[in-house]
């Protein structure tokens, strides 16, 4: 068993900031990627950022330079820090790790139970 648990939304004022987190635990042998989507009422779920194992980012166009991807190896745990926030970020944040486990012999990918952000004044 993979198991994702995601902290850290809220409801922030337009400009403000905060910091997602989201830490996977369980029968890990190897991540090959972790990243962050969301999805807003009635929209699609959009990507908004990824990183890969050798350190890749992608970002959507839309996030860049206000959104920044991180993580610490050590505790299995990718973040996601928000600067510059305005309204139409708001949407529930889902993150994701596409994670070998032990004994299996391809990738998946993994989803945490998502983070609802709101940006309103």
């Known amino acids: 068993q993979v198991q994702l648990v995601e902290s850290g939304g809220g409801l922030v004022q337009p400009g403000g900031s905060l910091r997602l987190s989201c830490a996977a635990s369980g029968s890990i042998f190897s991540i090959n990627a972790m990243g962050w989507y969301r999805q807003a009422p009635k929209k699609q779920r959009e990507l908004v950022a990824s990183l890969t194992s050798g350190g890749n980012t992608n970002y959507a166009d839309s996030m860049k330079g206000r959104f920044t991807i991180s993580r610490d190896n050590s505790k299995n745990t990718v973040y996601l820090q928000m600067n510059s926030l305005k309204p139409e970020d708001t949407a529930v944040y889902y993150c994701?790790?596409?994670?070998?486990?032990?004994?299996?012999?391809?990738?998946?990918?993994?989803w945490g139970q998502g983070t609802q952000v709101t940006v309103s004044s």
């Open positions: 994701f790790f596409n994670i070998l486990r032990e004994r299996e012999r391809g990738y998946n990918n993994y």
